[in-house]
């Protein structure tokens, strides 16, 4: 089978900081490509970053672009998304999952995910 976990989410002031964390397992070990995704209430899921297997190779979302940091940790079956400078347009669910091994934002919509761990709430509020 296999597993994503996400944690770190909470709440915090606009300006904050998180650093968000997924566990990977199982199948979910072999793909090269992992991303973080967000979920506003109303709005559909987005890709806000993605990491090759390498870790060299990055994608960011326009909107977070110069404030999020994605990383990983092969050894560890670890992916982090550090999030610097929120504010409340940052408020989402916020998931990790695998993608196509190609830093194209399109091909990653095109993956048909058939499963979701259980997210990480991040809200952004004053």
């Known amino acids: 089978q296999g597993q994503l976990s996400e944690s770190g989410g909470g709440v915090v002031q606009p300006g904050g900081s998180l650093r968000l964390s997924c566990e990977t397992s199982g199948r979910f070990l072999r793909f090269a490509a992992m991303g973080w995704f967000r979920q506003a209430p109303g709005k559909e899921r987005e890709l806000v970053a993605a990491i090759l297997w390498n870790g060299a190779n990055t994608y960011y979302a326009n909107s977070v672009k110069g404030r999020f940091t994605i990383s990983r940790d092969n050894a560890k079956n670890m992916v982090y998304l550090e999030m610097n400078n929120l504010n409340p347009a940052d408020t989402a669910v916020y998931y990790c999952?695998?993608?196509?091994?190609?830093?194209?934002?399109?091909?990653?919509?095109?993956?048909?995910?058939?499963?979701w761990g259980q997210g990480t709430q991040v809200t952004v509020s004053s």
């Open positions: 999952n695998h993608g196509p091994p190609i830093l194209e934002p399109s091909r990653w919509y095109e993956v048909e995910h058939d499963f």
